[in-house]
């Protein structure tokens, strides 16, 4: 058995745990056990430094997580584009493949409360359903192997997906979403990373939502993973409590760039049964983003999105730069509120005070979306 399998083995990972560590009520325990798994492997419990940090919110159960919220258990409707059940197809040219339910460490936040930890949820007949859709489906150019988490299948296994998707001609990137450089580093191992460098181009997106998470050792996976030539994201999700605040968020981008790795994404918060008190408003992202731009490196800079309630897929947010419009003068804004104005290159016939923004003007339902007036 590898280390990291052995200390996935002494997780904290019961009702009992919960009662004996973290002097919880028996059947308050037993409540939230009931409702999502729980595993905090030995390397992410030893990050936390108080009851209630921002660690601790991110894998210690919480009574919040009971309240009967009403919100969905799949917000992003990811089951209505589940041809097979290892597959979401949303976008045109790319797919999410689940390949394991299961997570070295479960997310009290995580959007897929519904099938993580959960194996009946995903197992090989479903692996092999996955790889046959992919085959037959030639627009397909980009595979994310997702789950759960991926890096949670042995060496082998992932080989053997690996590879049968290297056998798909139309498949031209890999993508691994994986949180274990993050929550379980000791996963990354020189045996690991000589079988992904096989497989190339292959992209990892790993999952860091907070500074503390920095450490040596998830510094040296994080370098194993760029040093076999391996682009490294990250994709954070912004959290009440953990990471709402944009100091922290700041040096959680600058911190990742030290290791390598690029911030690609910045979730909002998804409305999902039992993670709902994780939200922050639009605005605190918004305001985030502003902080961040012009302040720091551009390379520090993530995506904001929200993903779509419904499943629209992942829409981007940012501040708004661009003030309004005198004639062909576009009027903005830079990182420190000063306004300049850029002379435009169309050619307005009527000098207009409205931001003319023809690429709102898309149908939608049959209906026209209206760009709106922006005063000057
Ligand atoms: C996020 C996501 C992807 C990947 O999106 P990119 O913007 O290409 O990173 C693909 N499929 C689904 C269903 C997703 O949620
Ligand atoms: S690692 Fe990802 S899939 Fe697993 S519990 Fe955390 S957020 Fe959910």
Redesign the pocket.
């Known amino acids: 058995m590898e280390l990291w399998q052995e200390m996935l083995r002494k997780s904290v990972d019961s009702s009992k745990d919960l009662v004996e560590r973290f002097g919880f009520d028996n059947e308050l325990a037993e409540r939230l056990n009931k409702l999502f798994h729980i595993r905090i492997n030995p390397y992410y419990l030893s990050l936390i430094r108080y009851p209630g940090d921002p660690i601790w919110i991110q894998c210690i159960p919480s009574e919040k997580e009971l309240e009967n919220d009403g919100f969905p258990e799949d917000p992003?409707a990811?089951d209505s584009?589940s041809p097979v059940p290892s597959i979401?197809?949303?976008?045109p040219d790319?797919?999410?493949f689940l390949t394991t339910s299961q997570c070295s460490m479960y997310c009290r936040f995580c959007t897929r409360k519904r099938k993580v930890g959960d194996s009946s949820k995903i197992n090989m007949k479903f692996i092999q359903d996955g790889i046959n859709y992919i085959a037959a489906h030639p627009e397909i150019r980009?595979v994310?192997l997702s789950g759960g988490d991926p890096l949670m299948l042995t060496d082998f296994m992932l080989e053997k997906i690996l590879k049968a998707l290297r056998d798909i001609p139309h498949i031209e990137i890999i993508?691994l979403g994986t949180k274990m450089p993050c929550v379980l580093p000791q996963r990354i191992t020189p045996k690991l990373t000589k079988m992904l460098r096989k497989y190339h181009p292959i992209y990892i997106?790993t999952h860091f939502n907070h500074p503390w998470e920095i450490t040596p050792e998830a510094k040296k996976a994080c370098e194993m993973l760029a040093d076999a030539g391996i682009p490294l994201g990250n994709q954070a999700v912004l959290m009440k409590g953990v990471n709402d605040d944009s100091d922290v968020m700041l040096e959680l981008m600058r911190k990742l760039l030290t290791m390598r790795v690029k911030p690609?994404?910045l979730y909002q918060a998804d409305i999902t049964k039992g993670a709902n008190h994780f939200r922050t408003p639009v605005s605190k992202g918004l305001e985030i983003m502003d902080k961040l731009r012009g302040h720091t490196s551009g390379l520090a800079i993530p995506y904001y999105v929200i993903?779509a309630p419904g499943g629209g897929?992942?829409i981007p947010l940012l501040p708004q730069y661009v003030i309004g419009r005198a004639g062909n003068q576009v009027i903005l804004r830079n990182y420190k509120y000063d306004i300049f104005t850029y002379p435009d290159v169309e050619e307005e016939p009527e000098p207009t005070t409205q931001v003319e923004q023809p690429y709102l003007k898309k149908k939608k339902n049959g209906k026209k979306l209206q760009p709106e007036p922006v005063e000057v």
Do not use: F
């Not at 979401?88 to 976008?91: G, L, N």
């Open positions: 992003l990811e584009h979401v197809h949303r976008y790319r797919v999410l980009d994310i993508r997106n690609y994404y993903d897929g992942k």
